[in-house]
């Protein structure tokens, strides 16, 4: 069959005659590198009503002069296999159709977005994003992986990932060549590490924030393979710790904690001195265990002791999950237990915004481009909420607000001050508790979640099933707890004791 017949189908030979819809290929505008090599005419052209994303991806293909993907590795021979072989690979695509990913035959999708066909349909079309594909891994670490964050421009241009474990320590890795480098390991608590974060004071600091069950906040300072013991945080809490998140604000640095019992707590990190972190760091290591102590005594020296600018109760039950606020340096946004989220204003810790849910909130995190916060919860359930308040957002808000209109079938949708729940749970989600939900650095459309039933997920929010789902942790019955995300990779931890690294590019 030759690539005129094979694309007039669909990908399908049936020998049927199918009704026709005129669509345009319109590039999406978030590819900026090689759009001439993507870019298609937009003139409508006639394809097959019932053609799905698989079908119009071999047709740009064919379009860009590209090999056209076939069902079989071997395809039978014909006149044009030597031009077959000189032609590019196949690229996967992905259609946006009114702003939503296609998933459904083109004349299915089209009735669903009550879009008529009487005109030529606008299809945006980019590359899809592959699979997760697992890389590498540590080795066995002596207990559970309850936290992690990536950050990145350390030392090392691929960044720097660091996990908490139940075991009370702070452990850092290098991926370098798709390779995982342990580098330093630091026991801090006596009880696990509930909670981290980490920020990028300098070309050199890395600051590291944990909280823990044993109700101690602390922060290390990082450079390049030494860690240092930098201040503690007292007076602010109780309970155990089970969130944090910090932001560089001008010329300081602010943190935020929240507790088992709800409360909330707004600290300013002291500098860090270049000169006192060079004379006290010191390099510990997974096989220095008898170095330790002497090493953490040694800092303890300078240690600062900070008091909090702010401790109020702000939720009724454990704090799970905080970020600081894309909109103003002001806003400080918290999800807890108690099935709700708020907005601070860190200026007077007064309460801007409530939004109540019906489910516990497990972990949040923010859009990369908006406050609009993905939270995971313990009925299998990943949830959008719209926490933006005042008014004159920007272009980028727009185009997310947009994508959040939309209404499916065992999704409810709503916009501000509304809870906005776009991830169907049957079938199609998750199995088990939803641990932990990050959203992309680079693609505010784009997130990932881990669970108990020991998956990771990638999720585009402009659909209501996962783009792929892949398995975070090797033993059946183990649980996934954490996830991070890195240059072009995703990190994940869990009761397996293992971190994990898997490739996850465009």
């Given at each position: 069959?030759?690539?005129?017949?094979?694309?007039?189908?669909?990908?399908?030979?049936?020998?049927?005659?199918?009704?026709?819809?005129?669509?345009?290929?319109?590039?999406?505008?978030?590819?900026?590198?090689?759009?001439?090599?993507?870019?298609?005419?937009?003139?409508?052209?006639?394809?097959?009503?019932?053609?799905?994303?698989?079908?119009?991806?071999?047709?740009?293909?064919?379009?860009?002069?590209?090999?056209?993907?076939?069902?079989?590795?071997?395809?039978?021979?014909?006149?044009?296999?030597?031009?077959?072989?000189?032609?590019?690979?196949?690229?996967?695509?992905?259609?946006?159709?009114?702003?939503?990913?296609?998933?459904?035959?083109?004349?299915?999708?089209?009735?669903?977005?009550?879009?008529?066909?009487?005109?030529?349909?606008?299809?945006?079309?980019?590359?899809?994003?592959?699979?997760?594909?697992?890389?590498?891994?540590?080795?066995?670490?002596?207990?559970?992986?309850?936290?992690?964050?990536?950050?990145?421009?350390?030392?090392?241009?691929?960044?720097?990932?660091?996990?908490?474990?139940?075991?009370?320590?702070?452990?850092?890795?290098?991926?370098?060549?798709?390779?995982?480098?342990?580098?330093?390991?630091?026991?801090?608590?006596?009880?696990?590490?509930?909670?981290?974060?980490?920020?990028?004071?300098?070309?050199?600091?890395?600051?590291?924030?944990?909280?823990?069950?044993?109700?101690?906040?602390?922060?290390?300072?990082?450079?390049?393979?030494?860690?240092?013991?930098?201040?503690?945080?007292?007076?602010?809490?109780?309970?155990?710790?089970?969130?944090?998140?910090?932001?560089?604000?001008?010329?300081?640095?602010?943190?935020?904690?929240?507790?088992?019992?709800?409360?909330?707590?707004?600290?300013?990190?002291?500098?860090?001195?270049?000169?006192?972190?060079?004379?006290?760091?010191?390099a510990l290591t997974k096989k220095s265990k008898g170095n330790r102590g002497s090493a953490n005594s040694s800092s303890v020296?300078?240690?600062?002791?900070?008091?909090?600018?702010?401790?109020?109760?702000?939720?009724?039950?454990?704090?799970?999950?905080?970020?600081?606020?894309?909109?103003?340096?002001?806003?400080?946004?918290?999800?807890?237990?108690?099935?709700?989220?708020?907005?601070?204003?860190?200026?007077?810790?007064?309460?801007?915004?409530?939004?109540?849910?019906?489910?516990?909130?497990?972990?949040?995190?923010?859009?990369?481009?908006?406050?609009?916060?993905?939270?995971?919860?313990?009925?299998?359930?990943?949830?959008?909420?719209?926490?933006?308040?005042?008014?004159?957002?920007?272009?980028?808000?727009?185009?997310?607000?947009?994508?959040?209109?939309?209404?499916?079938?065992?999704?409810?949708?709503?916009?501000?001050?509304?809870?906005?729940?776009?991830?169907?749970?049957?079938?199609?989600?998750?199995?088990?508790?939803?641990?932990?939900?990050q959203w992309s650095p680079n693609d505010p459309f784009v997130l990932a979640s881990a669970s108990h039933d020991g998956s990771?997920?990638?999720?585009?929010?402009?659909?209501?099933?996962?783009?792929?789902?892949?398995?975070?942790?090797?033993?059946?019955?183990?649980?996934?707890?954490?996830?991070?995300?890195?240059?072009?990779?995703?990190?994940?931890?869990?009761?397996?004791?293992?971190?994990?690294?898997?490739?996850?590019?465009?």
């Amino acid at each position: 069959m030759s690539d005129e017949e094979r694309i007039d189908s669909g990908g399908e030979d049936d020998g049927v005659d199918e009704t026709k819809i005129r669509v345009s290929f319109v590039l999406a505008k978030s590819i900026r590198h090689d759009r001439s090599s993507l870019e298609l005419p937009s003139e409508p052209m006639a394809v097959p009503a019932t053609i799905r994303k698989k079908g119009l991806s071999a047709v740009v293909n064919h379009l860009l002069d590209r090999k056209v993907p076939t069902d079989g590795e071997n395809s039978p021979d014909s006149d044009d296999d030597s031009d077959e072989e000189e032609r590019l690979p196949a690229i996967p695509f992905d259609f946006l159709l009114n702003d939503r990913l296609l998933r459904l035959p083109l004349d299915s999708a089209a009735r669903k977005e009550g879009l008529s066909t009487e005109h030529a349909l606008e299809l945006q079309y980019f590359p899809a994003r592959l699979p997760p594909r697992r890389e590498d891994e540590s080795e066995t670490l002596p207990d559970w992986i309850t936290s992690m964050s990536f950050c990145s421009g350390s030392k090392n241009d691929e960044g720097v990932l660091f996990t908490g474990g139940a075991d009370g320590a702070i452990r850092s890795f290098f991926s370098h060549d798709g390779r995982l480098q342990p580098v330093v390991t630091a026991s801090c608590h006596t009880s696990p590490i509930k909670c981290l974060s980490t920020i990028q004071q300098s070309d050199a600091n890395t600051l590291v924030a944990t909280g823990s069950l044993d109700q101690t906040l602390i922060t290390h300072t990082c450079k390049g393979g030494a860690m240092k013991l930098h201040a503690l945080y007292s007076g602010g809490h109780t309970n155990s710790i089970g969130s944090v998140a910090m932001k560089n604000d001008g010329g300081e640095t602010l943190m935020s904690s929240g507790d088992w019992d709800g409360g909330l707590s707004l600290w300013r990190i002291p500098g860090v001195s270049a000169e006192s972190n060079d004379e006290n760091a010191t390099a510990l290591t997974k096989k220095s265990k008898g170095n330790r102590g002497s090493a953490n005594s040694s800092s303890v020296a300078k240690l600062q002791e900070v008091k909090p600018l702010h401790s109020i109760k702000a939720h009724s039950s454990s704090i799970s999950g905080l970020e600081f606020g894309f909109e103003s340096p002001t806003k400080l946004l918290t999800g807890g237990w108690d099935h709700g989220l708020k907005v601070y204003d860190t200026n007077r810790m007064d309460c801007i915004l409530t939004l109540n849910g019906s489910r516990v909130i497990t972990s949040l995190s923010r859009c990369s481009n908006s406050d609009v916060v993905a939270t995971s919860s313990p009925d299998c359930a990943v949830r959008l909420w719209d926490l933006r308040t005042g008014a004159g957002e920007s272009g980028n808000v727009k185009t997310m607000d947009k994508s959040l209109r939309q209404s499916h079938k065992g999704a409810y949708v709503a916009m501000r001050g509304q809870l906005a729940e776009i991830f169907s749970t049957v079938g199609l989600s998750h199995l088990g508790w939803v641990s932990s939900v990050q959203w992309s650095p680079n693609d505010p459309f784009v997130l990932a979640s881990a669970s108990h039933d020991g998956s990771l997920k990638v999720w585009d929010i402009r659909s209501t099933t996962p783009l792929h789902s892949v398995r975070a942790v090797k033993k059946k019955g183990e649980k996934a707890l954490c996830l991070a995300f890195g240059h072009d990779m995703v990190y994940t931890g869990g009761s397996d004791c293992v971190v994990s690294q898997f490739a996850c590019k465009i």
